[in-house]
């Protein structure tokens, strides 16, 4: 999956919102609820997607992420997370936020 970009394609659109649209019932998929926000308040949304858009980090994500474990008692060393784990994740941060911006 980590280098099958359809499939992490995939996986972000099949994403769930914990925040429900009124008159829809059950949680929406996590870009159709913003395509909605962008729908009925198209002004308020797009600043939001260009403020995270400006403080939108490539390098400190992937840091982090890095990062993440490296302090961890020796006791737990067992839950370290994997290089392809955390690979993978810095693909799904950044392909669902390069998307986000694709939607302005």
Avoid at 60 to 85: A, C, V
Wanted: charged residues 30%.
């Amino acid at each position: 999956m980590i280098n099958d970009l359809q499939m992490l394609k995939a996986y972000i659109s099949k994403g769930k919102s914990e925040i429900h649209w009124d008159g829809l019932g059950e949680k929406s998929k996590h870009f159709e609820l913003v395509a909605l926000l962008l729908k009925n308040y198209p002004n308020e949304t797009k600043s939001f997607i260009n403020r995270v858009k400006y403080k939108f980090d490539s390098k400190k994500i992937n840091e982090i992420i890095e990062n993440i474990d490296s302090n961890l008692p020796e006791e737990l060393i067992n839950f370290k997370l994997s290089d392809s784990r955390k690979k993978l994740m810095f693909k799904l941060i950044t392909l669902r936020i390069e998307t986000l911006f694709k939607l302005i």
